[in-house]
């Protein structure tokens, strides 16, 4: 886990509430991925992006997940009005571009509760 | 067809046994392939890379890749109960983006 940084690690919200999940990559990477993972299930991807750019959203849900990498600061995921189903784990991890020999390092995740 | 395929398991080996997780990707010009695990309620780590065809050994783990067959395997000798864990493969692609595509992963479960 060279660096990548979750917050918080713990989330709890109440049907309806907004989630944010913060992702700040290993420094000097500039690729992140989301991924979902419900337990005892595998990981699933659900978006990746480069500084500033959507490159692939083929995993998130159309309507209320939303996600960003801006110029400055972490990476942030955001799920609206909450349901009981977007009880999960969410990992990020970050890789770095221009590098073919590298690997993507992940965060620790944030268990996301919803009540 | 998925980008990187991986058979969901459980495998269940016996302490002391081989074990044997075995990958599928799509992308033929895949440069690099990764070995991660992960421990229920964790987060995945990196255990073993390979980039070129062939064996790559470390410890009592070993990765293999044939890229001509779209490949890429690892072997854990001498399984022990500590190894039971998800364990997944992830390949780098050669799109300009590099993107890293991560398999659902096969759960391992060594019997004591």
């Known amino acids: 886990n060279a660096g990548v940084m979750q917050n918080p690690r713990h989330l709890v919200r109440r049907r309806g509430q907004e989630a944010r999940l913060r992702c700040s990559p290993v420094?000097?990477?500039?690729?992140v991925y989301w991924y979902r993972q419900l337990p005892e299930e595998g990981l699933k991807f659900m978006v990746y992006?480069?500084?500033?750019?959507?490159?692939?959203e083929s995993g998130m849900p159309k309507e209320r997940f939303s996600a960003e990498f801006p110029k400055e600061g972490p990476s942030i995921l955001r799920i609206q009005q909450v349901v009981r189903g977007d009880s999960a784990a969410y990992f990020c991890?970050?890789?770095?571009?221009?590098?073919?020999?590298?690997?993507?390092?992940f965060g620790q995740g944030t268990r996301l509760t919803v009540v | 067809q998925k980008e990187v395929e991986q058979n969901s398991g459980p495998l269940s080996v016996p302490e002391g046994a081989i074990a044997s997780l075995n990958c599928t990707y799509s992308?033929?010009?895949?440069?690099?392939f990764f070995w991660y695990r992960q421990y229920s309620g964790k987060s995945p780590e990196l255990i073993m890379f390979i980039y070129s065809n062939g064996d790559k050994e470390d410890g009592r783990f070993t990765a293999q890749l044939n890229k001509a067959s779209q490949y890429v395997s690892l072997l854990i000798r001498d399984s022990q109960p500590s190894d039971s864990a998800t364990y997944l493969c992830?390949?780098?692609?050669?799109?300009?983006?590099?993107?890293?595509?991560f398999g659902t992963g096969t759960k391992l479960q060594v019997i004591p």
């Open positions: 420094k000097g990477h500039s690729h």
């Open positions: 992006l480069q500084k500033e750019n959507i490159i692939d």
């Open positions: 991890a970050s890789s770095q571009s221009g590098v073919v020999n590298t690997e993507a390092f």
């Open positions: 992308d033929r010009g895949s440069q690099s």
């Open positions: 992830a390949v780098k692609g050669s799109g300009g983006y590099q993107k890293v595509t």
